[in-house]
């Protein structure tokens, strides 16, 4: 899946189109969610926004860091619910107990390799999660658009749009022996940002025009005009 979609080679597009491609993608794992996307992204970004007024970097993260589920959509190559939402979780380590649905591990033949299923497999204590490859998702691949692209949102942005379905770290503290000092530092963001994600649904429509100009402009602020998907 990396290597095929980090190809980047799928479409050329703004950040706001991706916005509103989005709105005809539903994600099946999400039990709060009956409404298309880009309301979720706007009601995280605008709930950021009112607690947070100063970080526009983080209002902009919170409308991009679902982008990446765009590889539900026909022109992405339709990829199942399964291969694109849901937790992330790491490989080349051990399954810790705290991934959801961990019972079905058993079928995975790394779970009984012994380069694998120790706690730190294939890497260092303190190795630094850059380095920890992790299941394929949308939240990897918003993460390479972003970085591919030269995107000029601070670490701790790229941090939460790419660990923010790693719900074994900042849910249930595991894997935390594989951070650096940055990755810590980074962590402080995205426990503040899941707040968001996970609580900012609510049933208040956004008027999407009327907040347009604001994040078209941060958009604007921090990426190029178009970009490579």
């Known amino acids: ?77 339709g990829l199942p619910q399964w291969a694109v939402v849901g937790d992330t979780f790491p490989l080349g380590c051990a399954f810790d107990e705290s991934i959801v649905h961990h019972k079905y591990f058993k079928e995975n ?17 303190g190795c630094g999660l850059d380095k920890v490859v992790m299941s394929w998702g949308h939240d990897d691949y918003m993460y390479l658009v972003s970085k591919e692209n030269g995107t000029t949102l601070p670490s701790a942005a ?3 749009i790419r660990y923010h379905s790693f719900y074994a770290l900042h849910k249930s503290g595991a894997y935390i022996h594989l951070m650096n000092e940055e990755d ?7 426990n503040i940002f899941n707040k968001y994600d996970l609580y900012s649904k609510s049933k208040v429509r956004i008027d999407v025009e009327k907040v347009k100009p604001y994040y ?13 998907w």
């Open 1 to 77: 899946m990396r290597e095929e979609y980090g190809k980047l080679n799928k479409i050329e597009m703004s950040i706001w189109d991706c916005c509103e491609l989005l709105n005809d993608v539903i994600d099946d794992s999400d039990p709060d969610l009956d409404e298309p996307q880009i309301e979720h992204l706007l009601q995280t970004a605008e709930a950021i926004r009112k607690d947070y007024p100063n970080e526009d970097w983080l209002h902009l993260t919170g409308l991009i860091h679902d982008l990446g589920k765009v590889l539900l959509h026909p022109s992405f190559g």
């Open 158 to 160: 790229l941090f939460v």
């Open 216 to 228: 078209l402009s941060l958009i604007e602020k921090y990426f190029p005009t178009k970009l490579r």
């Open 109 to 125: 033949s790394d779970i009984n390799n012994t380069i694998y299923n120790t706690k730190n497999g294939v890497y260092e204590e």
């Open 184 to 190: 810590k530092e980074n962590m402080k963001w995205l």
